[in-house]
């Protein structure tokens, strides 16, 4: 399972990009993984570096 993100911040946005593949192959093990994953980033996306898109 993967799931796709654009999280906006004050100072730009991030892409992220999370996947998951339980060794049991199950949908709920893979949506548990990934909102593990997600809160993870959550609590660090700070750490990580912004840009600012345009659009022509």
């Known amino acids: 399972m993967?799931?796709?993100?654009?999280v906006s911040e004050e100072s730009g946005s991030v892409g992220v990009a999370?996947?998951?593949?339980?060794?049991?192959g199950q949908f709920a093990t893979a949506t548990a993984m990934?909102?593990?994953l997600?809160?993870?980033?959550?609590?660090h996306?700070?750490?990580f570096s912004t840009?600012?898109?345009?659009?022509a």
């Open 38 to 43: 997600g809160q993870w980033f959550v609590e």
């Open 34 to 36: 990934l909102n593990e």
């Open 51 to 55: 840009v600012t898109c345009h659009t």
């Open 2 to 6: 993967r799931q796709l993100a654009l």
């Open 45 to 47: 996306r700070h750490n």
């Open 18 to 24: 999370l996947a998951a593949e339980p060794d049991d």
